[in-house]
Every structure is written in structure tokens, then in C-alpha cells.
């Protein structure tokens, strides 16, 4: 079946660092979306890529689609201890469920 | 606006006993509707998703089992629990049609323990 590579796996920082994080895959999609889960809750939608080579914005987040369409980054920048969490990318085609990265836990030490 | 709330939030169980975990959708009609497990820290593995009442596609076998009902219920279940069920369960909803229909929003989550 199809598969991302997320990585890292996991990250501790400092608060006030900047962060970086990608997913990959062997296809191509149309779609690159990115979640946040905070510890027991829900996964929440940070940013939606549609377009290859779109670079949006939200607050201190940036993501872009790649223009290969097999890539996606996410970077954060001024980390802050609400940011911890575990992060997830997501890829999709057409009406088909996403498939999700298996994730990259984020430690912020204040 | 939409909402999906999902229930019970916490749920200890026996093994061997029965499971029902519901979830509803408001502000929107025809939803997709997925049901996924998370074990503790990992990654979201798909249960099953349904783009229409009665119509239920199952990801992996195993011990569950989903129902629509409703155009905006979903409910997984079980009739005899395993300990390897525990974990976080999520539902998650998206709106049908072809672009739309990838970006899910999730629910609160729900988490069962099996002792």
C-alpha cells in the first residue's frame, strides 16, 4: 500500500527554536495536509496544500507542497511549549481516504 | 458551522465483553465517516469509512465492526473484546465530492482500556 516517511521520529528543542519537519513519498498526490494532535485529544487541520509548489502560512507555521508533488515540509518557527504535541502529514487523491505519516513527536523544553 | 463529537470519552472494559463507541456529525449532509484507532503514541490506523448509510468498507480484519444507521451516525462495535483493543479511538468526518472530500476533521477521541 502506499507509504510516508515522516521524520523525525521525534524532536526535543528549546523553546524559541525553529523547527522542521517532512514527509515523503514514493507516489505522487494531490493533496499534502498537515495535523497537530495534542496528547489525548483529537488530530486538528494546521494547513491544507492543493496546489504543487504552494507555500501557505498560519501564524509561525509554513508549509509547502513539493513540486514534485512526493513531498511536503512543515517548519515552525519560535517554537513556544504549546507546540508540543505529535505532528502528522497526510497525503490523498481523488475521493480516497488520506493516508497518514506515522508522525513526529515534538518536545519543547522551556 | 460543523461539529462531530464522539462518545463515551473513556471507556474500561472486560475481555470478552461488548463494545459501542458512537459518533454523530451536525452542519453538514452525506458526510464521509472513518473510524481510527491510535495505540498509545503512535501512529492513526483506518478501522473502516463509509460514504453513505449502510455502505461500510472495512481497512484490516479484525475483532470490530462499524454501522450506519443514520446519514450522520456511525458506530463502531464489537461483540466479544480483545486486550490488543485497547487504544485511542477517533472518528473523523469529511464533506463528499472529489477535492473536498480529502480533509478530515477529527473528534474528541475515545479511549478504551481492556482489562
Known amino acids: 500500500g502506499q507509504q510516508l516517511n515522516q521524520s523525525p521520529q521525534s524532536m526535543f528543542i528549546q523553546e524559541g527554536e525553529d523547527v522542521s519537519m517532512n514527509c515523503t513519498s514514493s507516489?505522487?498526490?494531490?493533496?499534502w495536509l498537515w495535523y497537530k494532535q495534542d496528547p489525548g485529544e483529537g488530530p486538528v487541520l494546521l494547513i491544507a496544500l492543493y496546489k504543487a509548489g504552494e507555500l501557505t502560512s498560519n501564524g509561525r507555521l509554513t508549509a509547502q507542497f513539493g513540486i514534485t508533488r512526493k513531498d511536503s515540509f512543515l517548519n515552525i518557527s519560535a517554537s513556544i511549549p504549546s507546540d508540543v504535541g505529535i505532528y502528522f502529514c497526510?497525503?490523498?487523491?481523488?475521493?480516497?481516504?488520506?493516508?497518514f505519516g506515522k508522525g513526529t513527536r515534538l518536545s519543547v523544553i522551556a | 458551522s460543523q461539529t462531530i463529537h464522539q462518545w463515551p470519552a473513556t471507556l474500561v472494559q472486560p475481555v470478552g465483553s461488548p463494545l459501542s463507541l458512537e459518533c454523530t456529525v451536525e452542519g453538514t449532509s452525506n458526510p464521509n465517516l472513518y473510524w481510527y484507532r491510535q495505540a498509545a503514541g503512535r501512529g492513526l490506523q483506518l478501522l473502516f469509512y463509509s460514504v453513505g448509510i449502510g455502505q461500510i468498507s472495512s481497512e484490516v480484519p479484525q475483532n470490530l465492526s462499524a454501522s450506519r444507521p443514520q446519514d450522520r451516525q456511525f458506530i463502531l462495535s464489537s461483540k466479544k473484546l480483545l486486550l490488543s483493543d485497547s487504544g485511542f479511538y477517533l472518528c473523523a468526518w469529511s464533506a463528499s465530492g472529489r477535492r473536498s472530500g480529502n480533509t478530515i476533521y477529527f473528534g474528541e477521541g475515545s479511549w478504551l482500556t481492556v482489562v
Open positions: 507516489s505522487i498526490f494531490n493533496t
Open positions: 497526510a497525503v490523498g487523491a481523488g475521493n480516497t481516504p488520506l493516508v
